[in-house]
Each structure stands twice: as structure tokens, then as C-alpha cells.
């Protein structure tokens, strides 16, 4: 997950020049809820979808995996609300809460969610179908008081201290703050309290460290990274030419898993040697090998005879 920096002002006027009059109809159905106080209302940001995809540069906005910019890859993913219109159920439900091992509590949901930010830009982002649904569904866990009360999203933050990074506009910290990788392994930057707490809850809640696609898809990106690394410092001069320029666009927003990668390019500056470990992992599993550093990353390999560790 990486931040996606654009103002509210600007994507507002994104909006209007490439969908006329969208904002003033999101206006006129906030206004119709203000006086109902429950979500009711036509799925209108369907309109601006393309709109988020290409903001996010064609990746999911929670797990970074990769989407196409066709029509097919638009069936694919989804636009989701971060705060949920309709509704809040607690969370984690009680299987997953068992399965992980969850024992802290995030707040007691709300039977009326947020209908104030159905319409909010700012709200919405376009993610894949695994994060939106069954993952984030109708949650939203919180360690603050949760409150619908507003539409200022920096209002209702500082009250409800939301659980979940979201990783799209500039409010808050960016999500680089609270999350890292270790290979391709996410986990929290900092060791203890609010910080680290937040990373676990969005690491839990995303499944990012268990998701075998993106397991593979951050150890693809690591042999690949790895093997320019070892061009750009032995290769021809277009070798070096070339590995030099994947790795520069391997720290570009628009690079597939550009979390996992940014870590590990950082990582192999400070302590190669690590580095080098964490690119055998990933190799042994793009290869269906041993699971390496990663026991569970990978349940079945036709090439693997010992259980799981
Ligand atoms: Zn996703």
C-alpha cells in the first residue's frame, strides 16, 4: 500500500472535467440523506470509476495488485466506500478473529454507517474484488468514538481514529508510515503503540500477508528486481543502462507492488546481505521450492514433500 497524493480540490475538478455535472447530482442526493438520515440513493460513482483506476495507475488501492486499463479489468474490481454508506458490522467477525488469532476489539459498528460520504470523493476508492468483497464488506474498525455526524473527513478521523489506512488524497499519514516489508512479507514500520497497531489491524483485515497472489506477485517482483541489481553493477553498458532504468521505475508510483519493492531497493542499500536472503526466499518460490522464509506463504508445490512449517 503506498500513498496516491492528489487534493480533494483537485480530484473534485478531475471530476467535473471529465464528468459534467456529477458533482452537483452527489451534492443533491447528500442533501436528500441530510434530511433521512440512512443511505438511499442511485450507484452513481460507478461514473467516475475510470476516473480512480487511472489516478491509481491501473492497482488496487489496498493490496497494489496490478489491474489491465480495458473493459474487462473495469468488470474486475470494484469502487469501494471507506467508510461504509449503509452500514458498520463489527469487526473481525468471529471465524476470522479465530483463524488469525485476533484479540483486540475495533469498535461496535453502526446500524447507519455514513450516508453523508456515499457521494464524497474523497471516500472512494477502486480496489480488487478479494479486498472488497468478502474483506473490507461492510467494516470499519475504529479505536475512537465512530460518528456520521459530518462530512469533513479530518473531523471524523480525529474522533473516530479509523483503524484502516487509506492510502488515496493527502489526509492523514501515508500508509509508508505505518507499513513495511520484510522480503515480501508486510509488516508493521514501528515496533509499539497506536502506529504499529493500525498496521497490524490493516495487514489482518487485508489478509496481505496470507493472499498467495500477492505472495507470488511481491517475490516476482523481487527476483526481477535482484537480477537488474546484478546488472546494473556487472552488466554490459546497455545492460546497466537498462537495469539502472527498471529499477528507477521500480520506485514510481505506478509499479506493481511498489510498497514490497521500495523496501527491499532501500533495504539492499543499507544491509545487502539481508537483502540477499530475502531475494533466495523469493526465488525458491517463484520457482516452487522450499517456502523458504515464508512457511505458509505457498499451501500446495508440486515440488514440495514436507508439511508446511
Ligand atoms: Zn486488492
Known amino acids: 500500500m503506498i500513498r496516491l497524493t492528489l487534493s480533494s480540490g483537485s480530484l473534485r475538478t478531475l471530476i467535473e472535467h471529465q464528468v459534467p455535472g456529477w458533482l452537483a447530482r452527489a451534492n443533491r442526493h447528500t442533501s436528500a440523506m441530510r434530511r433521512r438520515r440512512r443511505f438511499s440513493g442511485p450507484a452513481i460513482w460507478g461514473e ?3 476516473i480512480l483506476m487511472e489516478l491509481q495507475h491501473h492497482k488496487c488501492a489496498y493490496c497494489e495488485r496490478p489491474m489491465g486499463n480495458s473493459v474487462q479489468a473495469n468488470i474486475d474490481y470494484d469502487v469501494e466506500h471507506f467508510r461504509p454508506k449503509g452500514r458498520v458490522t463489527p469487526w ?3 471465524e476470522k478473529a479465530l483463524r488469525l488469532g485476533i484479540r483486540y476489539s475495533t469498535g461496535n459498528g453502526a446500524a ?11 471516500n472512494l476508492a477502486v480496489v480488487c474484488k478479494m479486498c472488497n468483497s468478502p474483506l473490507k464488506s461492510d467494516y470499519f474498525p475504529i479505536a475512537g468514538t465512530a460518528s456520521n ?4 473527513i479530518a473531523e471524523l478521523d480525529a474522533v473516530e481514529k479509523p483503524l484502516l489506512i487509506f492510502p488515496l488524497g493527502t489526509q492523514g499519514r501515508a500508509p509508508e508510515e505505518f507499513i513495511t516489508f520484510h522480503g515480501i512479507v508486510p509488516a508493521p514500520v514501528k515496533r509499539s503503540g497506536p502506529a504499529r497497531r493500525r498496521a497490524r489491524v490493516t ?4 489478509e496481505l500477508h496470507l493472499r498467495t497472489d500477492l505472495n507470488d506477485g511481491r517475490a516476482h517482483c523481487l527476483v526481477q528486481l535482484w537480477d537488474k541489481i546484478q546488472l546494473a553493477k556487472k552488466g554490459s553498458s546497455k545492460q546497466r543502462q537498462d537495469a539502472r532504468e527498471v529499477l528507477a521505475a521500480a ?3 505506478y509499479w506493481p507492488f511498489s510498497g514490497c519493492a521500495r523496501a527491499f531497493l532501500s533495504l539492499h542499500t543499507s544491509d545487502p546481505q539481508r537483502a540477499e536472503q530475502y531475494y533466495r526466499a523469493a526465488h525458491d518460490i517463484v520457482t516452487r521450492k522450499e517456502p523458504g522464509l515464508y512457511p505458509g506463504s505457498r499451501s500446495t508445490s508440486p515440488r514440495r514433500h514436507r508439511p508446511t512449517r
Open 48 to 50: 467516475i470509476k475510470r
Open 92 to 94: 473481525p467477525p468471529p
Open 112 to 122: 447507519d454507517g455514513y450516508p453523508l460520504l456515499a457521494y464524497e470523493p474523497g
Open 149 to 152: 455526524a459530518s462530512t469533513d
Open 203 to 206: 495487514i489482518d483485515f487485508f
Open 251 to 253: 520506485q514510481e508510483d
